[in-house]
């Protein structure tokens, strides 16, 4: 079921109960209960993605409006039914498993948030101050996010915080709190009912439909990249997966070396396309391929002319320079050489690990100026980790 | 009278009446109310300062209009200290744009200030006529009177702003009006967002409203940052299209030529912006297959032999390979072979194959290739005619002419923008439309 088709089911399933209850019990508290309780389910569908970070469903967002809507008895009861709809509605994960696995967390997830907001709401004590329950909403809107970080380094057995993307939290956090107090007012002043939560999730939206062109556009970047750099493959003129192999090794050398991810992004493009230049320059007549220079020449010439490669021209240009000249005064000579070691390296090895070790003692063994020795000695830790480096059977 | 004189004129008219209405406005609510209003007056013109340097607008998509959503609350907090000259200050206020004050463009400012307060004014006598001072309990008629002043105070805006561009620009005012009006309601959210901005310094004080400012904010870089990226692989694309097709130059301009007909095409069918731009791009790279043929080839003049033909027209499938690993592309990425195409008249699938099929057909027709000089429009539209429903898509083949005669404009023999220097001068005859021509047979290139 596509996305779209499920997120307006959960909504108008809550909306549907919402008006039936109102119509059965009129000014019964279940009705808003229940918009609350399809706002969360149709939240499920809608993940916020910024870039280097796991998705964040604009659920949490919800769980916390209903804490502070009901009780913890009655919230935990809306939760259970509005997380077993998109348990049943959503296409992801597609095992039986997985979305039990998932639904298991939603609901650890929203209860926790319930207990938070209730528990420090009891500690804070009366009265229930403009501050008090601010703070209280805060603390309840941070949980859902922190178990969620615990659920997956629990499922990833790797434990590390990353601080990418989190503004992302920061919004949800907010939007969160002024959801939540503007559905019931504090101090005496009067909330605005559903309005408050409708309108404080219009900037998660914006934020939500912003990542989701920013991740369309950079994976259609990307792949782009990869399709041209693929091309002279395609034609022929480099061994087939050359420059994807070219890039893994690059990025995996200059991660040994110490280098920014800024820098590591740039010198991945410019390993996918240094063969690029290839495909302008004429078939010289004797069938020899051309000159690795002239190919990268042409590259780094066509790359320069744009904006976002340049500096991925400037790598490929670099792979040539005399890199004990310019090593001070240009970042961009250690990329070049990295370059050039790595896809000397896979040209010898012809992609085959068995014969990473002839390859590498090949390039240990040649003159100086050609390969620097530094990222000579990266290659060897990168294929020594890699296992490549094993002694081989005579 | 000169258009400079003309937008002079209208500047000093929007001002003046402006500055009637102000002081209509003073006169009949004077003085202010409490000192809470002077600090509210402060809280949002620093508001709206922040949100109309920030804003971030774009064509076809949603705009993000802090600049409406700041008004907006003003609508409701001045409502409620009943202090109409407050709405006008943060009009003001919101028409202070760092860039124009930078380059010293004081016409622009003063029209902006005099554009600004008239359509809020315009926007705050429908609020305040919809809903009463206290009204905040309830909320429902207050969105409803937000949104309703919201859009009136946008389309204002757009109408007045609209003239001017239309006179410097020399350009029909409807059609500069329909635009700027597609581009500001888009910021009809944010409107209502200005809703709940007026509750929260209402009811929660302005100590609480850097809490609405956060998601905002993190809205505003991740949109930032996609129009960012998007232009830049626009140029990226648009570069190394021209860089590769130096290699062959008879070709020169050829992808950005077809991507332009491909966009006529697409209009035609009232595609949408994701579709259109979906469209340009596969059509910008529908060659790319060519970075895998020598360029001898490509530049040879006269004929080919059959070994070279096949070397030559393997780059169609090059490119349908290569389109396919972008998965943006990838739907759209159809064989342009004659099968594949009347597969699309047929409705078997999408037309943009069909449309790219038709628009790289009728650039070749009306271009000079090395194998035949460029032919006639009218040679070219009756070859698309004749091709309809068998080689081209019938609809796709109206679809370009009308697009074309729509607009006056004239392509083929005569009217070719490259002028080539030859080392043998192509044929004058074609020797089919989009081909490549006749081949020699190998022995006899052999010999030759």
């Keep these: ?394 | 009278m000169s258009s400079t004189k003309k937008i002079w004129a209208v500047v000093l008219a929007l001002c003046s009446l402006a500055v009637a209405l102000v002081i209509g406005i003073f006169r009949a609510t004077p003085g202010a109310g409490s000192p809470g209003t002077w600090t509210a007056v402060v809280v949002l013109a620093a508001a709206a300062v922040v949100a109309t340097n920030f804003d971030v607008e774009s064509r076809g998509a949603f705009t993000i209009s802090g600049a409406a959503m700041v008004l907006v609350a003003s609508l409701i907090v001045f409502r409620d200290y009943n202090f109409a000259l407050g709405v006008v200050i943060i009009a003001l206020f919101n028409a202070l744009t760092f860039a124009q004050i930078k380059k010293r463009q004081w016409q622009k400012l003063a029209f902006n200030a005099a554009a600004q307060t008239l359509s809020l004014l315009a926007g705050a006598a429908v609020y305040w006529q919809l809903a009463s001072s206290g009204s905040l309990a309830r909320p429902g008629l207050v969105l409803v009177a937000a949104a309703a002043s919201g859009f009136v105070y946008l389309v204002t805006n757009s109408a007045l702003v609209a003239i001017p561009v239309a006179l410097s620009f020399d350009e029909r005012y409807r059609s500069v009006l329909r635009e700027f009006v597609a581009l500001d309601v888009g910021g009809l959210p944010f409107a209502l967002l200005g809703v709940g901005l007026g509750w929260i310094y209402l009811q929660l004080g302005a100590s609480v409203v850097p809490l609405f400012v956060v998601p905002l904010l993190v809205a505003r870089r991740a949109f930032a940052s996609y129009l960012e990226l998007k232009a830049g692989q626009e140029q990226t694309i648009e570069t190394l299209i021209l860089a590769l097709e130096a290699k062959d130059r008879y070709t020169a301009g050829h992808a950005q030529r077809v991507a332009q007909f491909c966009e006529y095409v697409g209009a035609e069918f009232s595609f949408g912006q994701r579709r259109m731009e979906r469209l340009r791009y596969a059509a910008l790279m529908h060659d790319i297959g060519k970075l895998v043929v020598p360029n001898q080839l490509l530049n040879k003049p006269g004929r080919l032999t059959e070994s070279e033909f096949e070397r030559v027209k393997r780059h169609e499938s090059v490119s349908v390979e290569l389109l396919q690993r972008i998965d943006f592309l990838a739907p759209v990425a159809g064989d342009t072979t004659t099968e594949a195409a009347t597969a699309a008249v047929d409705g078997s699938g999408l037309i943009e194959p069909a449309i790219i099929h038709v628009a790289d057909a009728f650039d070749a027709m009306t271009s000079t290739r090395s194998y035949r000089r460029a032919l006639s429009q009218e040679t070219a539209f009756a070859e698309l005619r004749a091709g309809a429903g068998t080689q081209f898509n019938q609809r796709c083949v109206e679809a370009l002419i009308s697009a074309i005669e729509s607009r006056d404009e004239h392509y083929g023999a005569g009217h070719e923008v490259d002028e080539h220097e030859w080392a043998v001068a192509p044929p004058d005859a074609g020797t089919g439309s989009a081909g490549l021509g006749h081949l020699i047979p190998e022995e006899q290139a052999a010999g030759s």
């Excluded at chain 1, 108008?12 to 119509?23: K, S």
């Excluded at chain 1, 967390?105 to 329950?133: C, D, F, I, N, S």
């Excluded at chain 1, 990307?222 to 750099?229: E, F, K, M, P, V």
């Design chain 1, 1 to 394: 079921m596509k996305r779209w088709t499920g997120l307006l089911i959960l909504a108008a399933a809550g909306a549907v109960v919402a008006v039936v209850i109102e119509i059965s019990h009129p000014g019964s508290p279940w009705a808003p209960l229940a918009v609350i309780g399809g706002a969360i389910a149709a939240g499920e569908l809608i993940e916020l993605r910024p870039p280097r970070r796991a998705a964040l469903p604009i659920s949490f967002a919800f769980m916390v409006v209903l804490a502070r809507q009901t009780t913890a008895k009655d919230a935990v009861l809306v939760l259970v039914i509005a997380e077993l709809a998109p348990f049943l509605v959503r296409s992801e994960p597609t095992s039986v498993e997985g979305r039990l696995a998932l639904f298991a967390e939603r609901l650890l997830e929203g209860m926790a948030a319930v207990v938070v907001y209730h528990g420090m709401m009891q500690l804070l004590g009366a009265p229930p101050t403009r501050g008090k329950v601010l703070f209280a909403l805060a603390l309840a809107a941070f949980t859902p996010i922190v178990v969620a970080e615990i659920a997956r380094a629990l499922r990833e057995h790797r434990f590390e915080v990353s601080l990418h993307g989190r503004m992302a939290d920061v919004a949800l956090v907010t939007s969160a709190m002024l959801m939540a107090i503007s559905a019931m007012g504090v101090d005496g002043q009067g909330g605005m009912g559903l309005w408050g939560p409708a309108v404080f999730t219009i900037p998660l939206l914006a934020a939500w439909y912003s990542y989701e062109h920013l991740a369309l556009i950079r994976s259609t970047y990307d792949q782009t990249i990869r399709a041209l750099g693929a091309a002279p493959e395609l034609g022929g003129m480099v061994r087939a997966g050359h420059a994807e192999r070219v890039a893994d090794l690059t990025v995996a050398m200059a991660g040994a070396l110490g280098f920014s991810r800024h820098e590591v992004t740039q010198l991945e493009t410019a390993a996918l396309l240094h063969h690029l230049g290839q495909v302008c320059l004429d078939e010289p007549d004797d069938g020899r391929p051309p000159e690795p220079v002239a190919v990268a020449q042409a590259g780094a010439t066509i790359l320069r002319g744009t904006q976002l490669l340049a500096p991925a021209g400037d790598i490929i240009a670099a792979e040539w320079l005399p890199y004990r000249e310019h090593t001070a005064s240009r970042p961009s000579v250690m990329s070049g050489q990295i370059l050039k070691v790595a896809s000397a390296f896979d040209e010898l090895s012809d992609g085959y690990p068995e014969r990473a070790g002839l390859a590498l003692e090949a390039m240990c063994s040649a003159p100086g100026y050609l390969y620097d020795a530094r990222v000579l000695a990266a290659l060897e830790a990168v294929l020594d980790r890699r296992g490549l480096l094993d002694d081989q059977p005579f």
